[in-house]
C-alpha cells in the first residue's frame, strides 16, 4: 500500500513539474489590457496586470508596451517576482520554481537546462539550480563554472551571491565563482534560512535565532560591518528597514496585558529614526517606504509616513501629525 501512495505521489509530482511552465507562462495573442482592474510597472517596456476573464476569475498577464503583445501568467506570480529590466530574457520566478521567457513574450527560453530556479541575469550571468546543482550560465544557455556547493542561493542583480561551502565556510562569490569575502561565524547560512541578497547597496544578516537571542548585522558590499542590533530588521527600501519586536500592553478592562507586535525603522548603521510606535495587525506585514513614504495605520487610521517622521493624509499628502514632536513612551520588548 506504502508502495502504491509512493509512486501516485510521483506520479503526481512529475506531472506538476511537467506542467509548470505552461501554468507558469502562456504566450497569447488576445489583448485584455483594457479590461485591466490592477496595474503596475515591471519595467519602462512592461507592464503588469489583472483583470477578470470571460468566466469572470481574475487572471494576471504581462504586456510589452512597445508591441502591445501579452502574456497570461499564473496568478500566484506577482509583480515583484518579474525582472525583465537586467535580463535578456524576462525571469519569472514562484516559491518552487523559476522560468525565463524572451522579451517577446512569444517562447520559454534556456529549457535544456530544466532550471528549478534562477536568479535573473547580471552582466549576462545568472545563478541557476537543477537536478545537477548550482552552476553559472551565460545568456546562450553555457555554463560558466563547476558546480557550486551550496545550500541557499542569493540575487546576482549586484554582482555578489550567498554561498554556503562544503568546508563550513560561507560568504559571497562573484560572477567568476571566487569567494569575494566571508561572514562572521555567528550570521553563517546554515541552509535553513532565506538566501541573503542586497537591497540599497547593504545586506541585513542574522543569526536566526528567536526573539532575546536573534540578532541582526547590516554589511555593505565589501562585507563591511555597518551595524547591529538585537531586533528583528527587514531589508532596506529608501535607506530605511523596519525593526520589530514583542511588547506587553494592558488594554483598558483587561486583567492581564496582551503581546502586542510592534515596528519602527532604523537607518544602514542601526540607528532608531522612527520608534516602534506601530502596531503590527495580525495577517499584516510591515510596509517598506517606497518613494519616501510608507503606508501604516496609526490609531486606526491610514496614513502615510514620511522618511522625516511625520505623518501625512493618503488624499492629498497634508501634514497631520509630527512624531518628531511627541514623547514617545517606547515600551520594552516582553521577555
Given at each position: 500500500?506504502?508502495?502504491?501512495v509512493?509512486?501516485?505521489?510521483?506520479?503526481?509530482?512529475g506531472?506538476?513539474?511537467f506542467?509548470?511552465d505552461?501554468?507558469?507562462?502562456?504566450?497569447t495573442?488576445?489583448?485584455?489590457f483594457?479590461?485591466?482592474?490592477?496595474v503596475?510597472p515591471?519595467?519602462?517596456n512592461?507592464?503588469?496586470?489583472?483583470?477578470?476573464n470571460?468566466?469572470g476569475r481574475?487572471e494576471a498577464r504581462?504586456?510589452?508596451?512597445?508591441?502591445n503583445?501579452e502574456?497570461?501568467l499564473?496568478?500566484?506570480v506577482?509583480?515583484n517576482s518579474?525582472f525583465p529590466e537586467?535580463?535578456k530574457?524576462?525571469?519569472?520566478?514562484?516559491t518552487?520554481?523559476?522560468?525565463y521567457?524572451t522579451?517577446?513574450?512569444?517562447?520559454?527560453?534556456?529549457k535544456?537546462?530544466n532550471i528549478q530556479w534562477g536568479?535573473?541575469?547580471f552582466q549576462?550571468?545568472a545563478l541557476i539550480?537543477?537536478?545537477?546543482?548550482?552552476?553559472?550560465?551565460n545568456?546562450?544557455?553555457?555554463i560558466l563554472?563547476?558546480?557550486?556547493?551550496r545550500?541557499s542561493?542569493?540575487?546576482?542583480?549586484d554582482?555578489?551571491?550567498?554561498?554556503?561551502?562544503k568546508?563550513g565556510r560561507?560568504g559571497?562569490?562573484?560572477?567568476?565563482?571566487?569567494?569575494?569575502?566571508?561572514?562572521?561565524?555567528?550570521?553563517k547560512?546554515?541552509g535553513m534560512?532565506?538566501?541573503?541578497?542586497?537591497?540599497?547597496d547593504?545586506m541585513v544578516?542574522t543569526?536566526?535565532?528567536?526573539e532575546g537571542?536573534h540578532?541582526?548585522?547590516v554589511i555593505?558590499m565589501?562585507?563591511n560591518?555597518?551595524?547591529?542590533?538585537?531586533?528583528?530588521l527587514?531589508?532596506?527600501s529608501d535607506?530605511l528597514a523596519s525593526?520589530?519586536?514583542t511588547?506587553e500592553r494592558?488594554?483598558?478592562?483587561?486583567?492581564?496585558?496582551?503581546?502586542v507586535?510592534?515596528f519602527?525603522?532604523m537607518d544602514k548603521?542601526?540607528?532608531i529614526?522612527?520608534?516602534a510606535?506601530?502596531?503590527?495587525?495580525?495577517g499584516?506585514h510591515v510596509?517598506e517606504?517606497?518613494n519616501?513614504?510608507?503606508?501604516?495605520n496609526?490609531?486606526g487610521?491610514?496614513l502615510?509616513?514620511?522618511?522625516?517622521?511625520?505623518?501625512?493624509?493618503k488624499e492629498d499628502?497634508?501634514?497631520?501629525?509630527?512624531?518628531?514632536?511627541?514623547k514617545?513612551d517606547?515600551?520594552?520588548?516582553a521577555e
Amino acid at each position: 500500500m506504502k508502495r502504491k501512495v509512493f509512486l501516485f505521489l510521483c506520479v503526481v509530482f512529475g506531472a506538476f513539474c511537467f506542467a509548470e511552465d505552461f501554468f507558469l507562462f502562456k504566450p497569447t495573442d488576445t489583448i485584455c489590457f483594457d479590461r485591466a482592474t490592477y496595474v503596475k510597472p515591471a519595467d519602462k517596456n512592461y507592464l503588469y496586470f489583472l483583470y477578470k476573464n470571460d468566466e469572470g476569475r481574475e487572471e494576471a498577464r504581462i504586456k510589452r508596451l512597445d508591441t502591445n503583445v501579452e502574456a497570461i501568467l499564473n496568478r500566484n506570480v506577482y509583480f515583484n517576482s518579474i525582472f525583465p529590466e537586467y535580463d535578456k530574457y524576462i525571469a519569472i520566478r514562484t516559491t518552487w520554481w523559476t522560468v525565463y521567457i524572451t522579451k517577446d513574450l512569444k517562447d520559454i527560453a534556456l529549457k535544456e537546462l530544466n532550471i528549478q530556479w534562477g536568479t535573473p541575469f547580471f552582466q549576462d550571468v545568472a545563478l541557476i539550480k537543477n537536478e545537477d546543482g548550482y552552476f553559472l550560465i551565460n545568456s546562450d544557455g553555457k555554463i560558466l563554472s563547476d558546480q557550486i556547493a551550496r545550500s541557499s542561493a542569493g540575487n546576482l542583480l549586484d554582482g555578489i551571491f550567498s554561498v554556503a561551502l562544503k568546508d563550513g565556510r560561507a560568504g559571497f562569490m562573484n560572477l567568476k565563482g571566487e569567494l569575494v569575502f566571508e561572514v562572521p561565524q555567528e550570521y553563517k547560512d546554515d541552509g535553513m534560512r532565506p538566501a541573503y541578497w542586497f537591497s540599497d547597496d547593504v545586506m541585513v544578516l542574522t543569526n536566526g535565532l528567536p526573539e532575546g537571542k536573534h540578532k541582526n548585522a547590516v554589511i555593505d558590499m565589501k562585507g563591511n560591518i555597518l551595524g547591529e542590533t538585537t531586533y528583528f530588521l527587514s531589508n532596506f527600501s529608501d535607506g530605511l528597514a523596519s525593526f520589530k519586536y514583542t511588547v506587553e500592553r494592558k488594554k483598558r478592562g483587561s486583567k492581564h496585558p496582551d503581546r502586542v507586535s510592534v515596528f519602527g525603522y532604523m537607518d544602514k548603521y542601526c540607528n532608531i529614526v522612527i520608534p516602534a510606535i506601530f502596531e503590527i495587525k495580525y495577517g499584516y506585514h510591515v510596509p517598506e517606504f517606497d518613494n519616501g513614504y510608507a503606508e501604516v495605520n496609526y490609531h486606526g487610521r491610514d496614513l502615510l509616513l514620511g522618511k522625516d517622521g511625520i505623518l501625512y493624509s493618503k488624499e492629498d499628502k497634508h501634514p497631520v501629525f509630527n512624531l518628531n514632536k511627541m514623547k514617545t513612551d517606547v515600551s520594552q520588548p516582553a521577555e
